[in-house]
């Protein structure tokens, strides 16, 4: 059975970085393209990037675009989403999802979650 668990999270300050990990286990990541969420308090979860089962092809939001990098490692079967210039409106829960009938990355039909890492910017 696949399972995400995502790990990175934690307090920065505004204008810090981060890099959040995805790890998978039950299946080889290669088969999946990975997608990264974010749910602040309050607010509806949010698609943040998105990389394509190589990693030829990667998508990011417009509000991380320029700050973030997402990548992975299908070796480690591991996915990644580097991010820096955080602002304290990045706060929020990240969440890595991936998908597995598709050439693309998308932000639907989603096959499995994980549980998300908390993500505080704050001085």
């Known amino acids: 059975q696949l399972h995400l668990v995502e790990s990175g999270g934690g307090l920065v300050q505004p204008g810090g970085s981060l890099r959040l990990s995805c790890a998978v286990s039950?299946?080889?990541?290669?088969?999946?393209?990975v997608s990264w969420f974010r749910q602040a308090p309050g607010k509806e979860r949010e698609g943040v990037s998105c990389i394509t089962k190589r990693g030829g092809s990667t998508h990011y939001a417009d509000f991380i675009k320029g700050r973030s990098t997402i990548s992975r490692d299908n070796g480690n079967n591991t996915a990644y989403l580097q991010m820096s210039r955080l602002k304290p409106e990045d706060t929020a829960v990240y969440f890595c999802a991936v998908r597995g009938d598709t050439h693309g990355c998308y932000y639907s039909n989603l096959d499995s979650w994980g549980k998300g890492t908390l993500v505080i910017v704050s001085s």
């Open positions: 039950g299946a080889s990541l290669a088969d999946y393209s």
